[in-house]
T-cell receptor, first 114, second 109 residues
Framework: DAGVIQSPRHEVTEMGQEVTLRCKPI?????LFWYRQTMMRGLELLIY????????DSGMPEDRFSAKMPNASFSTLKIQPSEPRDSAVYFC????????????FGEGSWLTVV | GENVEQHPSTLSVQEGDSAVIKCTYS??????FPWYKQELGKRPQLIID?????GEKKDQRIAVTLNKTAKHFSLHITETQPEDSAVYFC????????FGAGTRLTVKP
């Protein structure tokens, strides 16, 4: 399996622009997680889905952030409008559904908002 | 939700010494505790995990212990090597996966 696939790997955008990050989970995994990593706040859970349904989005920082999972093999995280403080590495991760299952991370999307 | 505390935030040891990283969690319903290693510029990768029906697990130079009563678990690395230098994260899984703040381990040759 190719693992969790994220795109883009790197993005530099201007403040105010819309940013869309994409994720393809491991085939057969039905839980998907979006994390944000910064030096100051570590690995923050933004939102997670089970069977394509958002379960907990309490970690989404503001209304500028939204996430969707239209099918079992694709998810997006959108920031509109972007701000410099959104600069971070955004990781997507997936696992088999259930409490005792390991999650596997994608390579991350490195976002810089200038 | 679950809250995971991790200590220390940085740890420096001499090659060959042992390193210990400790974590506590808040929700007694959590029952899966993985540890991830993240090298610079890379993704976090699982190195060892423990489930709540087990008190200790070992894999070569790394071991994890779990005390469910006290709600804490620890990572032990013995005979450290320079390639062990990385950031280590603990996590606790109830309905989702919450991570500690990370420990930056430096192993000096």
């Amino acid at each position: 399996d190719a693992g969790v696939i994220q795109s883009p790997r790197h993005e530099v955008t201007e403040m105010g622009q819309e940013v869309t990050l994409r994720c393809k989970p491991i085939s057969g995994h039905n839980s998907l997680f979006w994390y944000r990593q910064t030096m100051m706040r570590g690995l923050e859970l933004l939102i997670y889905f089970n069977n394509n349904v958002p379960i907990d989005d309490s970690g989404m920082p503001e209304d500028r952030f939204s996430a969707k999972m239209p099918n079992a093999s694709f998810s997006t995280l959108k920031i509109q409008p972007s701000e410099p403080r959104d600069s971070a590495v955004y990781f997507c991760a997936s696992s088999e559904f259930g409490q005792l299952n390991t999650i596997y991370f994608g390579e991350g999307s490195w976002l810089t908002v200038v | 939700g679950e809250n995971v505390e991790q200590h220390p935030s940085t740890l420096s040891v001499q090659e060959g010494d042992s390193a210990v990283i400790k974590c506590t969690y808040s929700d007694s319903a959590s029952n899966y505790f993985p540890w991830y290693k993240q090298e610079l510029g890379k993704r976090p990768q699982l190195i060892i995990d423990i489930r709540s029906n087990v008190g200790e697990k070992k894999d070569q130079r790394i071991a994890v212990t779990l005390n469910k009563t006290a709600k804490h678990f620890s990572l032990h690395i013995t005979e450290t090597q320079p390639e062990d230098s990385a950031v280590y994260f603990c996590a606790a899984n109830k309905d989702d996966m919450r991570f500690g703040a990370g420990t930056r381990l430096t192993v000096k040759p």
